[in-house]
């Protein structure tokens, strides 16, 4: 139990706002109608940390959308 919660707070993911173009990637790739699309950021290395993945989930499949640090994928 303790090692669960251990992983529930190293791995914080959280919600990004715009990325339109990223959005209607998404949309075109997937078969899903009325998709409402949420963008998330998932820090590997805690809250603040610079090792970052991009993704968004659907009911399908989960896109990847972008992995590496703030200064590579936020240029």
């Known amino acids: 139990m303790k090692q669960e919660l251990m992983l529930l707070c190293y791995f914080h993911?959280?919600?990004l706002s715009g990325f339109l173009k990223v959005k209607?990637?998404?949309?075109?790739?997937s078969k899903e109608s009325n998709l409402n699309?949420?963008?998330l950021e998932?820090?590997?290395?805690g809250y603040n940390g610079d090792c970052l993945l991009v993704y968004v989930p659907t009911n399908e499949?989960?896109?990847?959308t972008g992995i590496g640090t703030h200064s590579e994928l936020f240029k």
């Open 13 to 15: 993911p959280h919600s």
């Open 24 to 29: 209607k990637q998404v949309k075109k790739q």
């Open 37 to 39: 699309l949420v963008i």
């Open 42 to 45: 998932l820090h590997f290395d």
């Open 61 to 64: 499949k989960v896109f990847l």
